[in-house]
């Protein structure tokens, strides 16, 4: 099977702040290269969540709080 490469040129309208931190977060200094490596990254965290989805049969927590709110609640031990 042969693969080719695709490259499509695209204009989007993304909050400076945002790019800024996908930036930061990624390591990469070109604008192009951070929202690549984000588009990766994220492609990736959603396969890997639909195959614990997929492992412990139901849907996993995709926010914060409902993460938190999962949370046993554990008394300090002294």
Do not use: C, N
Request: hydrophobic share 35%.
């Amino acid at each position: 099977m042969s693969w080719q490469i695709l490259h499509m040129r695209t204009t989007i309208t993304i909050a400076e702040e945002l790019l800024k931190e996908a930036q930061e977060l990624s390591g990469k200094t070109g604008y192009s290269e951070a929202i690549v490596t984000s588009l990766r990254d994220y492609v990736s965290l959603r396969k890997r969540l639909e195959l614990l989805e997929d492992l412990f049969g139901q849907k996993t927590p995709h926010s914060y709080p409902r993460i938190k709110s999962m949370r046993r609640k554990r008394p300090w031990s002294s």
